[in-house]
């Protein structure tokens, strides 16, 4: 069980990287056929916002590819932990202030990771 749950983990930290490229690397091109609800217009101006919460998704998925490297199984799992509940927190934020998307996208794949990594 715990391949699987480093597999989740990984594929959570993937998300995170492809988070960090729309948002500060295509944000003004790719992300409006992304963000749908966002008028067209606003890309332009809130470009240095997004590059900033990209830049924090770079850092979620910096700390969970950490995990994955880390020889003791009991920081690799505390630091799996500490990465996780922060995207879980930040996805129930996210969810309930901007889309409720967010919750699929981000919550509910590292809530998995969360439950299979527990699992023995």
Not at 14 to 30: G, N, P, R, S
Not at 41 to 64: C, D, M, R, S, V
Request: charged share 10%.
């Amino acid at each position: 069980m715990q391949i699987v749950a480093q597999i989740i983990v990984g594929l959570v930290a993937a998300i995170h990287i492809y988070i960090l490229w729309l948002e500060m690397f295509a944000w003004t091109t790719k992300a409006p056929k992304v963000f749908k609800t966002l008028p067209k217009e606003l890309f332009a101006p809130t470009k240095t916002i997004a590059a900033n919460q990209g830049l924090y998704n770079g850092f979620l998925a910096a700390g969970l590819i950490w995990s994955l490297l880390i020889e003791d199984h009991h920081w690799r799992f505390y630091i799996a932990i500490f990465f996780l509940t922060c995207i879980i927190i930040a996805g129930i934020y996210g969810a309930a202030t901007a889309s409720k998307k967010i919750l699929f996208v981000q919550t509910v794949p590292a809530l998995i990771a969360l439950i299979l990594l527990h699992l023995k």
